[in-house]
């Protein structure tokens, strides 16, 4: 497997979460505006329903494996047999 492969990975609350905020707010700023209150508790709602350690992956940087361009989140709501999923890639990519 190639090294470049290698950026795709689980997860890591403890070390991910500046980036990942980093990320969003990247994304937020081409989009041009703040999430709407419904949004915003749809995100923050999600992460009591997400294991973040098991649903959420990151790719990272190629030559900066602290910086985040793009996440994606991937799991099952109650009993239901489908799944949401969410995705984000940061504007240079």
Not at 50 to 71: C, G
Request: glycine share 2%; charged share 30%; net charge negative.
């Amino acid at each position: 497997m190639s090294s470049e492969l290698n950026i795709l990975r689980r997860f890591k609350p403890n070390q991910d979460f500046p980036a990942y905020i980093e990320l969003l707010n990247q994304v937020r700023q081409v989009d041009g505006r703040e999430p709407t209150i419904e949004e915003a508790q749809r995100e923050f709602a999600e992460l009591f329903t997400l294991n973040l350690e098991k649903d959420r992956f990151v790719i990272t940087h190629p030559e900066d494996k602290s910086q985040l361009i793009a996440a994606c989140d991937v799991w099952q709501i109650s009993k239901n047999p489908s799944a949401e999923f969410s995705f984000v890639e940061h504007p240079e990519w």
